[in-house]
């Protein structure tokens, strides 16, 4: 008969940073957390979340050395936002096909 494919994704929240300042053009500057490793996942892109889970910004670049990394932010937002900031990252729990 036919085929489906069942995917089920999990979002996990990891904590990148705090904001700093506004900064080129009303760009965002966050002082990014060292403890992530960001040349092991791509995190250009991802959305950035505050702590009461409101979607505030989008991670243009990460700069800086290791020790101290920066992020540059787009804001989703007027205002800056307080507190910690977390990215959401997606993952792929398990797929599944069925034939017959």
């Known amino acids: 008969m036919g085929e489906y494919i ?41 959305v950035l979340v505050d702590e009461q889970g409101n979607r505030v910004g989008k991670i243009l670049d990460i700069i800086g050395n290791v020790e101290e990394p920066y992020i540059l932010a787009l804001p989703l937002s007027e205002k800056a936002p307080q507190g910690k900031l977390y990215v959401e990252l997606k993952e792929k729990r398990g797929k599944k096909k069925w034939r017959k």
């Open 6 to 46: 069942i995917l089920v994704t999990k979002i996990k929240l990891v904590e990148v940073g705090e904001y700093l300042k506004n900064t080129l053009n009303n760009k965002w500057l966050l002082k990014g957390n060292p403890k992530i490793d960001y040349s092991s996942q791509e995190y250009t892109g991802k």
